[in-house]
């Protein structure tokens, strides 16, 4: 699970970093499920990461139970 910072949404996806990676240099963390969570942003969320390719990460929203 990483904290991460959403930067865009494209879709049903959001685009976002976590608190290692720099934008526009390091690879990105693409919130599968970011439209369905409601993200927005400039918020803060953490994602549990599900898979990667050589750049970016890929993930989907923890929801709080």
Known sequence: ??????DALDGE???ARSMAD???IDGL???QNGFE??????EFVDV???GSDE??????VVFDD
């Open 48 to 50: 549990e990461i599900m």
């Open 13 to 15: 996806l959001a685009i």
């Open 55 to 60: 750049h970016d990460l890929f993930g989907e």
């Open 37 to 42: 969570a409601g993200l927005k942003v400039g």
């Open 29 to 31: 963390v693409q919130i």
């Open 1 to 6: 699970v990483q904290r991460c910072l959403v």
């Open 22 to 24: 720099a934008p526009e």
